[in-house]
């Protein structure tokens, strides 16, 4: 079922909360809502789910708006992080509970062997006699998203469903979730704040800030391509490096960096710390080296340019540490941006 959101808005009180949201999920796609805490995901995510109306714009589901029509005729199915098991039901009683309530009816039998082949589908097996309170968080999310499927939903909704758990069961569970995906071909939308859960997970990704799409595009052109500092500086870990731009090139500590430009003006310079390549040799930009950080796969150098500016870059195990001053660094892969922008 192929969703489209066409610039949907939403305010509380006075405040907007989704400002004009514009998107089109392919059917079958799994697609990850991403941003910072209050940047309106769970926002839209209800209100593709009927659990919030829009204040403006139209959601549709495939070619039928669905923006009046009310939750329990949508035809989703949601796990959310707090969305909490009923603990004095067994895990197979949890599964079945959906079924149960559901306009359409199942048999008891029905029931009974769709319970056993969700089992199946998210690894439980054995475990349906159990309780909520006698399996692990993991297998608890586990257990919430065979609910959710219990009901063939067209659209599946996931609001942080790992955000509570440690991170290798979160990076566990991700991998299986895609499978499931891959094996189901359900159009899901999947909101995180973690840039690597949403990197590793969806064929697309949407990035949001302050109520508003800043990009959208698979895991590979938004991290090729950021659109701008703050994608850049979501996306993970970056060293920024005030600097001017003029006759087309970029120059920091008063250096020429051989950075093509477009710019002129005051710009800021963004380098992920692999792409800082140290060197002995004249030529660099100037870096005093502070302290090194041993890492289980290489080390991390910290220092500080003669600007005052903070350097975090990463340098092979093998190579020898040397504090002597004199050693500068290389930029490699900028993201050039117009300062403040
Ligand atoms: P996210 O899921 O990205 O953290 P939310 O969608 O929960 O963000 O919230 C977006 C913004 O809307 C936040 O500033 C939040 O405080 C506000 N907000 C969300 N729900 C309500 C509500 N029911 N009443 C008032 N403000 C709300
Ligand atoms: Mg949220």
């Not at 204040?55 to 009046?68: E, L, M, P, R, S």
């Amino acid at each position: 079922m192929k969703i489209r959101l066409d610039r949907v808005i939403k305010t509380f009180d006075t405040f907007r909360a989704v400002h004009g949201v514009s998107l089109d999920i392919e059917s079958g796609q799994l697609v990850a809502l991403l941003g910072p805490s209050g940047s309106g995901k769970t926002t839209i995510l209800r209100m593709v789910a009927g659990l919030e109306y829009a204040d403006g714009g139209h959601i549709y589901f495939g070619d039928q708006d669905a923006t009046d029509i009310p939750v329990r005729d949508r035809g989703v199915g949601f796990v959310f992080q707090h969305y909490a098991l009923f603990p004095h039901m067994t895990v197979a009683e949890n599964i079945a509970f959906g079924m149960k309530v559901s306009k359409t009816k199942r048999s008891k039998p029905e029931i009974v062997t769709r319970v056993s082949e969700l089992l199946r589908l998210v690894k439980l097996e054995g475990l349906g006699d159990r309780f909520p309170g006698q399996i692990s968080g993991g297998q608890r999310q586990r257990v919430a998203l065979a609910r959710a499927l219990s009901v063939d939903p067209k659209v599946l909704l996931l609001d942080e469903p790992f955000g509570a758990l440690d991170a290798n069961v979160r990076r566990d569970l991700r991998r299986w979730l895609r499978e499931i995906h891959d094996e189901l071909g359900i159009t899901t939308l999947f909101v995180t704040h973690d840039q690597e859960e949403a990197l590793d997970l969806a064929d697309r990704v949407v990035i949001l800030n302050e109520g508003r799409i800043v990009q959208e595009g698979t895991p590979a052109e938004v991290c090729r391509h950021p659109g701008s500092a703050f994608v850049m500086q979501f996306l993970g870990d970056v060293n920024t490096f005030p600097g001017v731009a003029r006759d087309g090139f970029v120059f920091v500590s008063e250096r020429a960096t051989g950075i093509a430009s477009t710019e002129t003006g005051p710009v800021d310079v963004f380098v992920r710390p692999r792409d800082i390549i140290w060197q002995k040799d004249a030529g660099g930009i100037p870096v005093d080296i502070e302290r090194i950080l041993h890492r289980p796969d290489g080390l991390t150098v910290v220092g500080t340019t003669k600007d005052g500016v903070r350097v975090e870059f990463e340098i092979p195990e093998q190579v020898e540490p040397d504090l002597s001053r004199g050693a500068g660094i290389i930029l490699r892969n900028p993201q050039v941006f117009p300062r403040g922008v």
